[in-house]
């Protein structure tokens, strides 16, 4: 089975354009979470979709947001970039059962993004 | 104060030695997950755990649900287990979470030399 596949890898973006990162989980795994690295905050949960809804939504602005597909491909959005948006963004991929019950996450590569 | 605390920050070891990684967290948790961060930042899930003792080869990964502590042991340490390893609870319902809200320790950096 191919892995969790992010595009594009890196990005160079200015402040004030907006970005979409891509996401397309395992074959079969219906949950898409995201998650920003920075070397100050570390890891951190954005938002969970799951059947195309959002079902969880971490302390980010609404600039940040997100949306998936039928097939479970998720793309996430940041719009007006600010410097301090410069992080590697992943995303992992689970077999979802119900919210509650723990799963295995599997990570993509992530997507670098630069903000100049 | 973080929620889930990693120590040490930093681990220098030497070949075959072995390693303990602490993680203590202040929430309730369904599961407590630890993950292995190589450097150019791809993550593998090593352990999910909610109770007990999991071991995969050299790596062994314990949790104490009353004390709110997971521990994450590497045996005969090698230079290819170098990385950064991170800990992340799924907190649990009465903790006002979902099983996929993860909050993160800040990693534990490992350099194990030959």
């Not at chain 1, 920003?36 to 799951?50: C, H, K, R």
């Not at chain 2, 090593?46 to 995969?56: D, E, I, Y």
């Not at chain 2, 004390?67 to 045996?75: A, D, Q, R, V």
């Not at chain 2, 992340?88 to 320790?105: C, D, E, I, V």
Request: charged share 15%; proline share 4%.
């Amino acid at each position: 089975k191919a892995g969790v596949t992010q595009t594009p890898r890196y990005l160079i973006k200015t402040r004030g354009q907006q970005v979409t990162l891509s996401c397309s989980p395992i074959s079969g795994h219906r949950s898409v979470s995201w998650y920003q690295q920075t070397p100050g905050q570390g890891l951190q949960f954005l938002f969970e979709y799951f059947s195309e809804t959002q079902r969880n939504k971490g302390n980010f602005p609404g600039r940040f947001s997100g949306r998936q597909f039928s097939n479970s491909r998720s793309e996430m959005n940041v719009s007006t970039l600010e410097l301090g948006d410069s992080a590697l963004y992943l995303c992992a991929s689970s077999l979802a059962r119900g919210a509650y019950v723990s799963v295995e996450q599997f990570f993509g590569p992530g997507t670098r993004l630069t903000v100049l | 104060k973080n929620e889930v605390e990693q120590s040490p920050q930093n681990l220098t070891a030497q070949e075959g030695e072995f390693i303990t990684i602490n993680c203590s967290y202040s929430v309730g948790i369904s599961a407590l997950h630890w993950l292995q961060q190589h450097p150019g930042g791809g993550i593998v899930s090593l352990f999910m755990l909610s109770s007990g003792k999991k071991k995969h080869g050299r790596l062994i990964a314990t949790i104490n649900i009353q004390e709110k502590h997971s521990s994450l042991h590497i045996t005969a340490s090698h230079p290819r287990d170098s990385a950064v390893y991170i800990c992340a609870a799924a907190p649990s319902r009465n903790s006002g979470g979902s099983n996929y809200k993860l909050t993160f320790g800040k990693g534990t950096l490992l350099t194990v030399n030959p």
